[in-house]
DNA sequence: TTAATAAGAGATTTTTTTGTCTTTTATTGT
DNA sequence: ACAATAAAAGACAAAAAAATCTCTTATTAA
């Protein structure tokens, strides 16, 4: 479903949203000994998000990363779509081009159905209401 | 979701279902080009499929792939897990080792809606009756 | 029984993804 | 101003996935 490069970044945004903010950012290399994550490929990837400003980072001595307010407005879908490209929820799972529900492939209406449910969370939940839910029942990530 | 081998593989086993029997064998050339499908990976991935009987071919001169009664009755997931590996169904959506219905991560309910639906399917349903609704339904491969 | 045919098997190449390292730039506390 | 810090950027390496090519083996029809 997802690669890895956007695997990681999902758990490094939500791994932001609980522990960071404006006033207490982090090193990519604490989140990645946080993650267990290969570190400089992190790095690559918290670069893309914050070209796209979907996280927040300042260089230098008490720099790091983090989640504006703005920021905690995104969803995790445009993380998703920032890494994975646009296509991840639409194309089709069979990667046949004319695959709609008009003229839908032979698996289309289950994968179509099922894969919704995710696409509709990811689309609708901000990340910041997200990470309250993760401190709420203290989930891992 | 699924790798391209695997896409390749579902569709090859349909398209094998509707258009292949017994009597009428078809070689990689012909599916290959039906599909449009680099040939001589198909070539890989039929052999794949064939070690593991989940279809069936002959050598030589009116030889080709097809598939028997007994391969009509195993289902797709047989034949994704057979390209793709036994994990597909059950690995966490973020990849976390720890992820499960006791312990989820922040992905994990609506990750496992979506793919237990399509599991269901593609386990319940045999190939050979999935291909009657193929042709019933007009559906493209 | 031989030439042609088509899958099987093995090796190899290409492309993509993942992961690493080095240098540059911006920022901060002293 | 300056040394230390941390992200940004660019180049590079390794691994995995996708795709290709060649040779071997089995089968069949003439």
Known sequence: MFSQACKYAIRAV??????????KK?????IAAALDVPKYFL???LQQLSRNNLISSTKGPSGGFFLSEKNREATLKDVVECIDGPDVFNSCILGLPICSSENPCPLHVQAFAYREGL???LKHQAIGDLAKRIEREEQKI
């Open 43 to 45: 790095a690559k990837i």
């Open 26 to 30: 982090v090193g990519v290399k604490d």
């Open 119 to 121: 696409h509709y969370q």
């Open 14 to 23: 939500l791994y932001l949203a609980v522990h960071a903010s404006e006033g």
